[in-house]
């Protein structure tokens, strides 16, 4: 058993040396305190079994005796004038002295007003299994009755294979509220950090207390649990409905029947790992008493050592965990526990999400994927798992704290360093610009695909043309259809080389000088077979337009109406109307009299797959879609107001007549 600790407060030099000499006989240890705050500090963090307050240079010597707890024995010393020395003034007893505690007061005012220099009362020490009673006896010597020692047996039984605080916590629940004489009971970890006990909950559905909060120390709200961390000793309290608020849970205990609570340290060798808290609905006798300290005391040790066995475990995980970041450092990273919770991050991470480590630390991986991501994960892990594997690759999506997503690869590892799964570790990769280039790969590739197919539709007119003038040429000699030759060849060689330039560069839209809608739209209709069909362009505008690129998608808009619109009289070309456009954009349209677009194609017009279908359609359509865009335009296909198919094509304000 320690010795006794005795606080003294005193700003006093010389008074401090004086009351440390008086006692330097007694088997206690003097504490020292110059400040009123550092005393406060003390008593809320140590253990303290008395208090001598020097009221002479502790000013406010009143209020710190309030600060003190009613059960610790304090003490007011106070020098006087002449030969009368000090006066030790005892304000606050215990409400049951015990021998021993009388003792230890009789001494500590024996040793300062008289300087005797009295002894201690020889401590009783604890059995390695018990603790000492009231009368001197050890606890585990004492006989219990048989229903309270089976109790301690289990608990000592069950308690030899736990290896973790949940499974105390749920050994100590279970067996104590089995029978009568216990109604509930509940443990709590001390966070010296936030100075607060927080419950341990290892199955919070089975319970119907409101265990889902922390309870805080050092505000005075909590004095039977401000005790126990304070002096580590077992604590009771018998109350009832007038006072409930004096104890956790306070009102709930009280509908429950509860008089009596004991608050018990989980501790050992200085270490304490927690607080147990026990209700009873009768006051406790000396044997539940007994059973208690028993009960817990093995708790304590099998705390210890799952406590030293953790540190260890924790010192060589983290020896992995970092040799595994080592590996993988460049990316973001991260670990994950058994449960899917976030155990560390690096700060690419960080940069990436834009989260802090304290928004992650301890959050599910849900924080970041989604739930498809999430179970894909999973299933990769139990993957690895089975087939011992150590790592595998997974594309998946991460949302950032601002709701943006990136694409990303991530390469996951399982750890496992004793044989036993314990979480995984995983290496994200930024693949959004690669995404960006596969897209970019995967439209060329079907525009060279594509280009196959335009080039054999796009050429089969311009060298119909040229075939039927070289026939004519043939039969008349007429060199007026030479040079028509000559003209049809040179547009499939423009053609050709458009293609090309498409094919090499990507643009649809190279180098733009203004021109006339009017006289392009001309231009246009005479490289097309137009048969019977007419061309209207009754009004004009000026366009900002690549010339040759522009020249294509005019010819097969005609060449769309001609082919595919049987009964086409008339090729319509204007700008957009003022009502048909918004103040901020301009444009033109093409439409024609004929049968008009196929519903069902209407939406899929401009695709160059819909070319293998029985009408034909697509190729130059879509041609019509990619010049279109390369300018910077859009086009919306329509119906005309004659049942005709139409094309409005809306462009940014360039020029304008």
Same mark, same amino acid.
């Given at each position: 058993m320690s010795r006794p600790r005795v606080l003294c407060v005193s700003? &006093?030099?010389? /008074?401090? @040396?004086?009351? %440390?000499?008086?006692? +330097?006989? $007694?088997?206690?240890?003097?504490?020292?305190? *110059?400040?009123?705050?550092?005393?406060?500090?003390?008593?809320?963090?140590?253990?303290?079994?008395?208090?001598?307050?020097?009221?002479?240079?502790?000013?406010?010597?009143?209020?710190?005796?309030?600060?003190?707890?009613?059960?610790?024995?304090?003490?007011?010393?106070?020098?006087? &004038?002449?030969? /009368?020395? @000090?006066?030790? %003034?005892?304000?606050? +007893?215990? $409400?049951?002295?015990?021998?021993?505690?009388? *003792?230890?007061?009789?001494?500590?005012?024996?040793?300062?007003?008289?300087?005797?220099g009295a002894e201690m009362p020889t401590e009783i020490e604890d059995d390695a299994d018990g603790s000492a009673t009231a009368d001197g006896t050890v606890a585990a010597d004492r006989e219990l009755p048989d229903d309270l020692e089976r109790l301690v047996s289990r608990v000592r039984s069950r308690l030899v294979d736990a290896t973790s605080p949940l499974t105390v916590e749920r050994v100590l629940r279970e067996e104590l509220m089995d029978g009568d004489r216990f109604a509930f009971v509940w443990i709590g970890e001390y966070d010296r950090g936030e100075r607060a006990i927080i419950p341990w909950l290892s199955d919070p559905e089975a319970l119907e207390w409101p265990l889902q909060r922390p309870f805080d120390i050092g505000t005075g709200d909590q004095p039977l649990l401000e005790r126990v961390i304070r002096t580590r000793t077992l604590q009771i309290r018998q109350y009832d409905e007038?006072?409930?608020?004096?104890?956790?849970?306070?009102?709930?205990?009280?509908?429950?029947?509860?008089?009596?609570?004991?608050?018990?340290?989980?501790?050992?060798?200085?270490?304490?790992?927690?607080?147990?808290?026990i209700y009873a609905t009768d006051p406790l006798s000396e044997h539940e008493r007994e059973a208690v300290q028993a009960v817990t005391?093995?708790?304590?040790h099998v705390l210890e050592t799952i406590a030293i066995r953790g540190r260890l475990e924790q010192q060589e995980r983290t020896l992995h965990r970092y040799e595994r970041l080592v590996e993988t450092a460049g990316d973001g990273m991260y670990?994950?526990?058994?449960?899917?919770?976030?155990?560390?991050?690096?700060?690419?991470?960080?940069?990436?999400?834009?989260?802090?480590?304290?928004?992650?630390?301890?959050?599910?991986?849900?924080?970041?994927?989604?739930?498809?991501?999430?179970?894909?994960?999973?299933?990769?892990?139990?993957?690895?798992?089975?087939?011992?594997?150590?790592?595998?690759?997974?594309?998946?999506?991460?949302?950032?704290?601002?709701?943006?997503?990136?694409s990303c690869e991530a390469q996951i590892a399982i750890l496992v360093p004793d044989g036993e799964f314990r979480g995984s570790v995983g290496v994200l990769r930024d693949v959004t610009e690669r995404k960006r280039q596969e897209r970019k790969l995967h439209e060329r590739n079907e525009r060279l695909d594509a280009f196959t197919r335009i080039v054999s539709h796009d050429l089969r007119n311009p060298l119909g043309v040229a075939q039927g003038y070289l026939e004519l040429l043939e039969e008349t000699g007429d060199p007026t259809y030479a040079e028509k030759t000559r003209n049809g060849l040179d547009r499939m060689e423009s053609i050709i080389e458009d293609v090309l330039a498409i094919a090499r560069e990507g643009e649809w839209a190279a180098d733009t000088d203004p021109v006339d809608l009017e006289s392009i739209a001309r231009?246009?209709?005479?490289?097309?077979?137009?048969?019977?069909?007419?061309?209207?362009?009754?009004?004009?505008?000026?366009?900002?337009?690549?010339?040759?690129?522009?020249?294509?998608?005019?010819?097969?808009?005609?060449?769309?109406?001609?082919?595919?619109?049987?009964?086409?009289?008339?090729?319509?070309?204007?700008?957009?109307?003022?009502?048909?456009?918004?103040?901020?954009?301009?444009?033109f349209f093409i439409e024609d009299d004929g049968e008009g677009l196929p519903a069902e194609l209407r939406d899929e017009i401009f695709d160059p797959s819909a070319s293998t279908s029985t009408e034909g359609l697509g190729i130059g359509l879509w041609i019509v879609r990619e010049v279109a865009t390369g300018h910077g335009w859009s086009v919306v296909a329509t119906e005309s107001d004659t049942g005709g198919a139409r094309f409005e094509f809306e462009i940014g304000a360039q020029f304008s007549d």
């Open positions: 700003s &006093d030099r010389s /008074t401090r @040396a004086s009351i %440390t000499l008086s006692l +330097t006989d $007694a088997p206690v240890d003097v504490i020292i305190a *110059q400040r009123f705050v550092d005393a406060v500090d003390r008593l809320n963090h140590e253990s303290i079994d008395a208090v001598v307050i020097d009221a002479r240079t502790i000013a406010n010597a009143a209020a710190l005796v309030d600060t003190v707890d009613a059960a610790t024995p304090t003490f007011v010393y106070q020098e006087t &004038d002449g030969d /009368t020395g @000090a006066v030790l %003034t005892r304000v606050n +007893t215990r $409400a049951a002295d015990a021998d021993s505690t009388t *003792q230890l007061a009789n001494t500590i005012t024996e040793g300062i007003a008289a300087g005797t007038t006072d409930g608020a004096a104890v956790p849970f306070g009102d709930r205990a009280v509908e429950q029947g509860v008089q009596s609570v004991a608050a018990v340290p989980l501790a050992a060798h200085g270490d304490m790992y927690g607080v147990a808290v005391e093995a708790a304590s670990v994950l526990d058994n449960a899917g919770h976030i155990m560390t991050v690096n700060d690419a991470i960080l940069e990436m999400t834009g989260y802090s480590r304290e928004g992650l630390l301890g959050e599910h991986a849900s924080i970041l994927f989604d739930h498809e991501d999430v179970e894909a994960g999973e299933a990769i892990i139990r993957s690895l798992l089975k087939s011992g594997g150590s790592t595998d690759t997974l594309e998946l999506t991460v949302e950032t704290k601002a709701g943006e997503t990136i231009e246009a209709w005479d490289h097309v077979s137009t048969a019977e069909t007419t061309l209207s362009v009754t009004e004009t505008m000026t366009l900002a337009a690549d010339r040759s690129r522009l020249l294509r998608l005019l010819e097969n808009c005609f060449r769309n109406s001609i082919e595919h619109g049987e009964t086409t009289e008339t090729v319509r070309v204007r700008p957009l109307e003022s009502d048909e456009r918004t103040d901020e954009t301009q444009g």
